[in-house]
């Protein structure tokens, strides 16, 4: 900050500063930024917990660390393939969660509605990765994962529906 005082900004401070004070962006439309912090934190807790799976599988004798070099000559337990499978599912359908939150602040769209949308998903998938990484019932898991979707989708169509109505509106 004394340097900024001192000798100016840099340009691309001023370059910047137009997004900055979009009428209040970053205050009145950013709350679907908890979820996606949501999302953000069971993404870190299933990988915690994939870490811990895989330390106790090679101190447990199931699999020798140097599986884990190139993932080869050994078949990997299940007490490690479960999450490990679901950390990689946490970087499919979650990020088209992340694209849509976005695209809702940045378009102004970002009412109630959508901020329930988002809370739901992300429940949805806390509910999915208990289930996955806990009982794994499968019948169970896949109804979860199936509503995770629906709710992703609708709120994409939402999103969409309402960006096109109100540029009819404004036509």
Not at 1 to 18: E, F, K, Q
Not at 134 to 160: A, C, E, K, P, T
Request: glycine letters at 6%; one cysteine or more; proline letters at 4%.
């Amino acid at each position: 900050m004394v340097i900024l005082r001192r000798y100016g900004s840099p340009s691309w401070v001023h370059s910047i500063d137009p997004i900055m004070s979009m009428g209040g962006f970053f205050e009145e439309d950013s709350h679907v930024i908890y979820p996606m912090f949501a999302m953000v934190l069971l993404t870190a807790a299933v990988l915690a917990t994939l870490f811990r799976c895989r330390v106790a599988a090679v101190r447990g004798g199931l699999v020798s660390a140097s599986y884990f070099r190139v993932y080869q000559g050994e078949a990997e337990p299940e007490s490690t393939a479960k999450p490990a499978r679901h950390f990689a599912n946490l970087f499919e359908a979650p990020v088209l969660f992340y694209v849509v939150c976005l695209s809702a602040m940045i378009t102004h769209f970002n009412g109630i509605a959508m901020q329930a949308l988002a809370w739901i998903y992300v429940s949805a998938r806390v509910a999915h990765a208990c289930v996955h990484l806990g009982s794994n019932r499968l019948r169970r898991r896949i109804r979860v994962y199936f509503f995770s979707w629906l709710v992703l989708l609708i709120m994409w169509i939402y999103l969409v529906a309402g960006v096109t109505t109100s540029r009819l509106a404004s036509l």
